[in-house]
């Protein structure tokens, strides 16, 4: 009896097939993605797969990397599939409970870091406050670039705490986050603050309810709407200057990420509740998504 010859899979032409597969079946991005499922499926990075690209793969590695592969197919994102996202160049964990950070997220830590450094107290200590903190990407890495910080970090979901507190015990700064548990539109807010912040970020929901059919159908079916949406896309913004017109110090900072539609509505936002100097940053595709002001 002739036996059935079985291929024998080496890590680069698996790769290669599997982009091949990806892109014929319309994965977005199919060479990263088989790249990163191909890693995480070897706990290694990509860099690896380059210096490792003729190391055979085993029957029951091809077998634990198709299972990766229908999960993407069915429009999972790569990142809720290996458990990770990188932030500001550390990885950070990610599951259904929270949103993928995104590379425009880093512009808001990057501009709030900005005015830390520039601040010209001569205490180092500085007190932030992150409200919708999610997978916590903003708060912890805030609180690694600033050792002296005490950051808070606020959500309404318990669950995207529980994130954003294993992130920040991976990144060696647990001990300096406070995980609040509240909710952003709540009126009293400012009355469960003891004392005021240096800088308080924000990267709300944005997203009118109206531009959710038009999403990609991995964030719809996969990310939390919670975290994505509000009636009019606009409705965080006024009670988060609110807010922090209250509890910021006088010349401290409010930075927020915008709707690339939004910035003239957010800075009259931001001017009515007495912040100054107020700029427009764009992001890496050149929209504007980041606003910021100094409270008078
Ligand atoms: C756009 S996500 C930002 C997550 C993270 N900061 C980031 O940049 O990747 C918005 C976050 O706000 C939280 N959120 C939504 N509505 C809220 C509310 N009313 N009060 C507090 N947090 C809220 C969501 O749970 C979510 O984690």
């Given at each position: 009896?002739?036996?059935?010859?079985?291929?024998?899979?080496?890590?680069?032409?698996?790769?290669?097939?599997?982009?091949?597969?990806?892109?014929?079946?319309?994965?977005?991005?199919?060479?990263?993605?088989?790249?990163?499922?191909?890693?995480?499926?070897?706990?290694?990075?990509?860099?690896?797969?380059?210096?490792?690209?003729?190391?055979p793969v085993s029957g029951s590695e091809l077998a634990a990397f198709r299972v990766l592969c229908r999960d993407r197919l069915d429009g999972r994102p790569v990142q809720y599939i290996t458990g990770e996202q990188f932030f500001y160049g550390k990885p950070f964990a990610v599951d259904e409970r929270v949103?993928?950070?995104?590379?425009?997220?880093?512009?808001?830590?990057?501009?709030?870091?900005?005015?830390?450094?520039?601040?010209?107290?001569?205490?180092?200590?500085?007190?932030?406050?992150?409200?919708?903190?999610?997978?916590?990407?903003?708060?912890?890495?805030?609180?690694?670039?600033?050792?002296?910080?005490?950051?808070?970090?606020?959500?309404?979901?318990?669950?995207?705490?529980?994130?954003?507190?294993?992130?920040?015990?991976?990144?060696?700064?647990?001990?300096?986050?406070?995980?609040?548990?509240?909710?952003?539109?709540?009126?009293?807010?400012?009355?469960?603050?003891?004392?005021?912040?240096?800088?308080?970020?924000?990267?709300?929901?944005?997203?009118?309810?109206?531009?959710?059919?038009?999403?990609?159908?991995?964030?719809?079916?996969?990310?939390?709407?919670?975290?994505?949406?509000?009636?009019?896309?606009?409705?965080?913004?006024?009670?988060?200057?609110?807010?922090?017109?209250?509890?910021?110090?006088?010349?401290?900072?409010?930075?927020?990420?915008?709707?690339?539609?939004?910035?003239?509505?957010?800075?009259?936002?931001?001017?009515?509740?007495?912040?100054?100097?107020?700029?427009?940053?764009?992001?890496?595709?050149?929209?504007?998504?980041?606003?910021?002001?100094?409270?008078?």
């Amino acid at each position: 009896m002739v036996k059935e010859s079985v291929r024998e899979w080496c890590v680069v032409d698996l790769l290669k097939t599997t982009t091949d597969f990806f892109a014929a079946k319309k994965v977005d991005e199919p060479r990263m993605s088989a790249e990163l499922l191909l890693a995480h499926l070897f706990a290694e990075d990509r860099l690896w797969l380059y210096l490792n690209h003729n190391r055979p793969v085993s029957g029951s590695e091809l077998a634990a990397f198709r299972v990766l592969c229908r999960d993407r197919l069915d429009g999972r994102p790569v990142q809720y599939i290996t458990g990770e996202q990188f932030f500001y160049g550390k990885p950070f964990a990610v599951d259904e409970r929270v949103l993928i950070p995104r590379p425009e997220t880093e512009l808001l830590v990057e501009h709030a870091a900005e005015f830390l450094a520039a601040r010209k107290t001569v205490s180092p200590e500085c007190r932030l406050l992150d409200i919708g903190t999610g997978s916590g990407c903003i708060a912890v890495t805030l609180a690694g670039l600033f050792p002296h910080s005490e950051v808070t970090a606020l959500d309404r979901s318990g669950e995207a705490l529980d994130v954003a507190r294993g992130n920040a015990r991976k990144h060696g700064v647990l001990d300096r986050i406070i995980f609040f548990q509240a909710d952003m539109y709540d009126p009293d807010l400012v009355l469960r603050f003891s004392s005021p912040f240096d800088v308080i970020v924000s990267n709300p929901p944005y997203i009118p309810e109206c531009e959710w059919d038009g999403l990609q159908k991995e964030v719809r079916g996969f990310e939390p709407k919670d975290a994505l949406i509000t009636p009019q896309g606009i409705d965080a913004y006024l009670p988060i200057c609110r807010t922090a017109a209250s509890i910021l110090k006088p010349g401290g900072a409010l930075c927020l990420e915008i709707h690339a539609e939004g910035a003239e509505m957010v800075r009259s936002i931001m001017a009515s509740e007495h912040f100054g100097s107020i700029s427009v940053q764009k992001d890496y595709s050149g929209f504007d998504r980041i606003v910021s002001g100094i409270l008078d």
